[in-house]
């Protein structure tokens, strides 16, 4: 595979970058009156905003020629088509697929894709029903009121954001509770106020091996078995979301109540699979099939809109701008919406799981840059934290800023206040203040200094309607195309992950010796086995 850092296009944005780039993003916006008319792109409901970036037309022309020398739109149709664009894992890469609508035809390896996608909703909408209405009961007869999810990664971050950002659509008479953490913490205060006569666990697993999720799994288990008898009727209180059917029948749960997802869904991008039953159970099958229309309509436009149109392109072509040609290590994500408070979290595991990578798709080494380190919070509690840092400290953090035209729950004023934050927020990323402007204010001269903002952090303004369960879908699938577009353009594979393979292995290895004294193996690093040592000395 060639040079990353090479060709015409990364050339001539390697060039632009000593201009364009190392200007002022405010002589952008003031000597371009158009320019924030132009800079904006609207398509499947959401309107992106760029004319606070650091680029020109120029910039943006190149970044659309790399794109089209990198064979981006020519790797989306093979993403779309299910051919195994996961290389290292040989396998299709097929999330858009789980928000097909129902009658469309996609046959991939001899499977009826689209048509097993449906058969699975079906099933999830019926178990959702049932718990919903009280059909499906406990062990003791009592109603359903209480849903836990045990899972990590991809099996909890997506349900976990999603029932957050749905809280205004769920059923308030029923618990929603989610559990990643082995440390024991999670599972007891998760469980606790509950009662095991009317809880049901999700076991949400993809490989059904996980350590964390099957420790948990257990501990829940018992916990039942505690509460209600040893012979209590676990079937009834336990069900599984996995693509390992063998796995879930030896932790003894029927597969009847097995909810099934398949090898092309990356666990990242399973949000929308069952591993979003619990999201189901809480809005109900018709504000699910509403958030899958969302990531649909997003998948439409990703897979159609003109390059120049193109929301996930455009944002994964300004990511590389911002990563490879201005230099900067992070991006932040700042939605002004409460609903949204773990978006970033969940974003976290989107794009640095997939854009991570120190190797290309032929396993050659990466020359340029790759992954930035997404992060953030909800505004406007950020701007009283660590937006001080956005603003003076001497890192570049380009900001996506992302706001509802429109809230779900309007005191008095309070929503316009929100939005002003958010825009004045951009604004001061974008503008800075100058000496003179902090001067003109009637600032002492020694404060000046201080006071002075550089400004000139390339921000996105991101905005929606209202925050919907179709609105939902529609901004995870912005971001999962945006990680996309990075990835095809730095020729990696955002769909395997085998970096955190190594940690869970170690992990493994160290059990015999902290639950059952074992001695360490020569092979293991002496630090290593001198904080093992120390943590039995000190009474671990
Ligand atoms: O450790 C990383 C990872 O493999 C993620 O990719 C995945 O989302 C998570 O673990 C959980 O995996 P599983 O759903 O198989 O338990």
Redesign the pocket.
């Known amino acids: 595979m060639s040079d990353d850092k090479q060709g015409a296009a990364w050339d001539k944005l390697g060039e632009l970058a000593k201009t364009v780039g190392a200007g002022k993003i405010r002589d952008l916006i003031n000597g371009d009156p158009d320019r924030s008319q132009r800079m904006v792109k609207s398509g499947a409901g959401i309107t992106l905003d760029y004319a606070r970036q650091r680029i020109d037309d120029e910039v943006l022309q190149t970044l659309l020629q790399l794109a089209d020398e990198r064979g981006v739109l020519e790797r989306r149709d093979a993403m779309f088509r299910g051919d195994h664009i996961n290389v290292t894992e040989d396998r299709a890469v097929l999330h858009t697929a789980l928000r097909l609508p129902e009658g469309a035809q996609l046959n991939v390896d001899g499977q009826d894709v689209a048509g097993d996608v449906h058969k699975v909703l079906a099933k999830m909408a019926n178990f959702s029903d049932r718990i919903r209405s009280g059909e499906w009961t406990g062990h003791t007869g009592k109603r359903i009121k209480n849903v836990v999810n045990v899972?990590?990664?991809?099996?909890d971050l997506g349900p976990v954001m999603a029932y957050m950002a749905l809280r205004d659509y769920a059923d308030r008479d029923m618990t929603f509770r989610f559990v990643s953490n082995v440390d024991g913490t999670d599972l007891v205060e998760s469980v606790t106020g509950l009662d095991p006569a009317e809880t049901v666990f999700i076991i949400?697993?993809?490989?059904?091996?996980?350590l964390e999720?099957m420790t948990n799994a257990a501990a829940a288990r018992d916990w039942v078995k505690t509460g209600l008898g040893q012979d209590v009727d676990v079937a009834k209180h336990f069900v599984a979301v996995s693509t390992n059917a063998n796995g879930v029948a030896d932790f003894g749960i029927d597969t009847e109540n097995m909810f099934p997802f398949w090898d092309w869904v990356?666990?990242?991008y399973s949000m929308d699979s069952a591993i979003g039953l619990s999201t189901m159970v809480a809005v109900g099958p018709e504000n699910f099939r509403d958030m899958l229309a969302g990531f649909h309509e997003m998948d439409e436009h990703f897979r159609t809109a003109e390059p120049s149109d193109n929301l996930p392109l455009l944002m994964g072509l300004l990511s590389v701008w911002n990563r490879n040609f201005l230099n900067c290590p992070t991006n932040a994500v700042l939605p002004y919406e409460q609903y949204l408070v773990r978006f970033p979290a969940y974003l976290q595991?989107l794009t640095m799981?997939s854009n991570g990578k120190s190797v290309k798709l032929d396993g050659s080494a990466v020359e340029s840059e790759t992954g930035p380190i997404y992060w953030g919070e909800p505004g406007t509690n950020g701007q009283h934290s660590f937006y001080q840092l956005i603003h003076q400290g001497t890192s570049v953090i380009p900001c996506d800023v992302l706001f509802g035209i429109k809230t779900l729950n309007n005191l008095g004023k309070q929503h316009d206040y929100l939005v002003a934050s958010a825009l004045g927020q951009a604004a001061v990323f974008a503008m800075g203040r100058t000496a003179d402007e902090v001067r003109a204010d009637g600032v002492e001269e020694r404060l000046v200094p201080a006071k002075v903002m550089p400004g000139n952090r390339p921000c996105s303004v991101i905005t929606y309607e209202v925050l919907s369960p179709r609105t939902l879908g529609r901004l995870v699938a912005l971001y999962e195309h945006t990680v996309f577009t990075t990835g095809a353009i730095w020729g990696i594979d955002s769909f395997d992950?085998w970096g955190?393979e190594l940690g869970?292995a170690m992990a493994n290895s160290l059990v015999p010796q902290l639950v059952d004294g074992a001695p360490a193996p020569q092979t293991q690093d002496a630090a290593t086995t001198a904080s093992v040592a120390r943590y039995r000395e000190l009474g671990g």
């Open positions: 899972g990590i990664g991809g099996s949400a697993s993809k490989t059904f091996t996980t999720t990356g666990g990242r595991q799981e992950q955190v869970k």
